[in-house]
């Protein structure tokens, strides 16, 4: 079963900031958290991954509390092509036949 | 660069029959892991294999089996199809010595009537 929870569906005006929630307050120390959005007829797409900071790259930024037990993507101007399934996952790293375990994820819709 | 591709695209298949799909891993990945995503559901891992070897497996039965390439690319085979193998099925592959990112193909989209 997966370990994270996330609410399963989410709007954001265009051109606004989304910020998608994740709870997964069983987390273990050597397990990071990572973010795949899928578009749809697409397979998912990798958009970042952090351990304890704060992690930010071109697409998005995490933010990751102090005590690991949640976690917040940041879309900081969401577009139309942003409208996707976004799942929060925590696993250990992809090491020696360890895989993701998806959740539901969170359904985007970037309005016009 | 080519991303990972997968073929067929769509296939319908009866009751009962076999099926393979088939995988083709970026270049340079050695690492290739197959989900199944039932309609409105996230992937669910079913086995990965490494360097031809299968190298973990989530809770499918044995009907579900694979095989990986020397050139890295991959098979799914499934026997004995039931109606709620109906999924997308999705191939992914990773770079030797990457921990973190996955490269999902854009799946078969399997029918079982």
């Known amino acids: 079963d997966a370990k994270t929870t996330q609410p399963p569906s989410m709007d954001c005006a265009e051109g606004r900031a989304a910020n998608l929630p994740c709870n997964h307050s069983?987390?273990?120390?050597?397990?990071?958290v990572y973010w795949y959005r899928q578009i749809h007829s697409q397979g998912p797409q990798y958009i970042i991954h952090?351990?304890?900071n704060n992690e930010t790259n071109e697409m998005a930024s995490l933010i990751i509390t102090e005590d690991r037990k949640s976690s917040t993507l940041i879309l900081p101007h969401a577009t139309l092509r942003d409208t996707a399934v976004y799942y929060c996952?925590?696993?250990?790293?992809?090491?020696?036949?360890?895989?993701?375990?998806f959740g539901p994820g969170t359904r985007l819709s970037v309005l016009p | 660069e080519t991303g990972v591709t997968q073929s067929p695209t769509h296939l319908i298949k009866t009751r009962g029959q076999q099926v393979t799909l088939r995988c083709s891993s970026q270049?340079?990945?050695?690492?290739v892991s197959w989900y199944q995503q039932a309609l409105g559901q996230g992937p669910q891992f079913i086995f990965q294999y490494y360097r031809e070897e299968e190298n973990g497996r989530g809770n499918f039965p044995p009907r579900f089996s694979g095989l990986q390439f020397p050139n890295y690319s991959s098979e799914l085979n499934v026997n004995a199809l039931e109606l709620d193998d109906s999924a997308l099925y999705l191939c992914a592959s990773s770079p030797s010595g990457s921990r973190f990112e996955q490269y999902f193909g854009p799946g078969t989209r399997l029918t079982v009537t």
């Open positions: 270049s340079g990945h050695n690492t």
């Open positions: 996952i925590v696993q250990v790293g992809l090491d020696y036949g360890q895989n993701f375990v």
């Open positions: 952090g351990l304890k």
């Open positions: 069983t987390i273990s120390g050597n397990e990071y």
